[in-house]
């Protein structure tokens, strides 16, 4: 299945305060195929810095924060330099779990936003962040850097395992 426009649709947005200065943060949600290929909505939180509250017009980098969500304090350091951030929101399995679709999708959809200057790009995460970020960054260049902290362990295993208990979970099963 190939990915749609990956559209955003806003559920939610607030102003938050970075060094004094209006930011803001909004909730989204887009369509993205899941692992088993079945399309199903996800949700993204994009944080907005405070240079475009000032000048909407204006283009600034992005950072996607792969894997976990990134709260409102973990995004304000970068939002003070100028940065986008965006990030999955309120997904309930391990990143292993629901493999990187959801990531992807939100990516490339803001990515396209047209605040976002396309070439100013760049992914990090942790643990498993960091292995959707290898996985990401396969797939999105061109990219400024790609910051992937994570240490060498066999991620097939770690699927496998995290798959099985997913199937074991009746909540999941339709």
Same mark, same amino acid.
């Given at each position: 299945m190939l990915f749609r426009s990956n559209r955003l649709k806003r559920l939610d947005a607030i102003e938050i305060d970075v060094n004094g200065h209006k930011g803001g943060a909004v909730v989204v949600e887009l369509l993205y195929p899941e692992v088993d290929g079945k399309e199903v909505k996800g949700q993204a939180r994009i944080f907005l810095? @405070? /240079?475009?509250?000032?000048? @909407? /017009?204006? /283009?600034v980098p992005l950072i996607h924060n792969a894997g976990y969500e990134i709260d409102e304090n *973990?995004? +304000? *350091?970068?939002?003070? +330099? *100028?940065y986008a951030v965006c990030t999955p929101h309120a997904h309930p399995l391990n990143p292993l779990g629901r493999g990187f679709n959801l990531d992807k999708a939100i990516l490339h959809a803001a990515?396209?936003?047209p605040f976002i200057d396309p070439l100013r790009v760049s992914i990090q995460g942790g643990s498993a962040g960091g292995w959707m970020t290898l996985m990401l960054t396969a797939d999105a260049?061109?990219?400024? $850097?790609s910051l992937?902290?994570?240490p060498p362990?066999?991620?097939? $295993?770690?699927?496998g395992y995290i798959w099985d208990q997913r199937s074991d979970d009746p909540a999941v099963k339709e």
């Open positions: 810095p @405070p /240079t475009l509250h000032d000048n @909407p /017009t204006q /283009t *973990g995004a +304000k *350091g970068l939002l003070a +330099k *100028g990515r396209r936003l260049f061109p990219l400024v $850097y992937p902290d994570v362990i066999h991620w097939g $295993y770690n699927a």
